[in-house]
DNA sequence: CCGGATCCGAATCGATACTG
DNA sequence: CAGTATCGATTCGGATCCGG
């Protein structure tokens, strides 16, 4: 176990040491958005190897990052410690800092539903959402639909369909004001790089019912400026 | 090459395959604290193989974080680009956040001069700095020595001895306010755990020379607190 | 000394199959 | 559903070597 040692005695080492392997972070990343069983983490990482996900999760485990709970009907979720969800600055700092690099999806690229959800998170700009009116979206991406609630400083992502919502989730009630699919093209909106009526034209983005004109508000309040980093 | 990719098409992903390889976040790191050259980073990095050293190095040029600078009077130097000197608030998260999970050194365990340096970084707090007096200190654990200068919200670490001072590094004037030396128990002062006087009782601390009070300020002003790792 | 490259055994990872 | 078992493919670690 000593072999894994960076045989320091610092902070980042120790961090790196309980959650830098392969695929340790990505494991955190889908649990920040809930408890998941250890099906819903194998399907949210599809190239994971199911001997290493269950070596991750007992490591991360030990590591006091990761708690299994026994569900009242049947079957168990793994969930974040408290500890383990203070590392959310860190996975929505390195996402800002991922999306940056992030060029066009390799052919072999997946969209799930936690990466895009902590994505929506990454790019949430609470300062600008405060001044704009709430809005209710439900976005499309690949076969991922997600229902986008903002109000105020406050972001609520749910995931609606496939499959039924997951433990503890619950769908909201009323209808979303803006209904849009996009594809992976989404990047260069939240960058800035295009905005949603050139999207529109690039058939990047398409409105399937709503407003909209909620789109110009979407963009102005998920944004990733390139060379800001700077953590929540 | 694909190989080591995700599968994913998302910023953490895209984040983590290029600096989520073994040793590549504490590269980093260490040039966090400024541009070094291959030998100093082996030393930085004492139990890093040398073939891995320049592999990760090779693969952070290809992934625009870090820069490969040939020196005027003879010799080479690496240091991070924009980008990648945008990761500072991650590692400072991630240090942190590792720190609270800190226990004692094991036997095997160093302290190196940028690790210390990043050390005290991470566990600078702005606002109390603000609010309290200028100050000067001479810190030395182990065989590092650091020169550590607050001065309102800005802070400047300077490493002295030994060996010289590194490429760019300039020795300050004048005499620090207080000079004294720690062993790793010094977590236990950042952490609040240990007072600075019950760290002196303990032979945790051990003033040198210079006006022993400024304990007090030294650790109001590098605090770490359990349960907070937000990001800067 | 600096800046690596090479070689090789050990450990880890990935893919698939299989089980309570 | 929640994992183990197995095994070939990679990567890592440790040591040595090499050209300036």
Redesign the interface.
Known sequence: M?SR??????????????I?E??A??IV?DLLVGPRRYTDLKQG???IPTNILSTRLKELQE??VVRRVPLMNCGLVYELT??GR??E???L??????????GD??P?????AD??T??LR?AFRAEAATSLPAADYELHVADVALRVQVDGAGLRVTQLAPPAPPVGGRVPDGEPDLVFAAG?GIRRVISGELTPAQAIDEDVLAVVSGDATLLERFAQTFH?DP?V????
């Open positions: 000593a040692s960076y045989g320091q005695y610092c902070g980042v080492t120790t961090a790196v040491e309980l830098g392969r695929w972070m990505l990343r990482l599809p190239k590591g006091g408290d500890y203070q590392l600055p860190v996975v700092a390195l996402g800002r800092w991922g999306f940056q690099q992030m999806p390799q072999e690229d997946v969209v799930t990466s895009l902590m994505a990454t992976p990733i060379g980093v700077l953590a929540a």
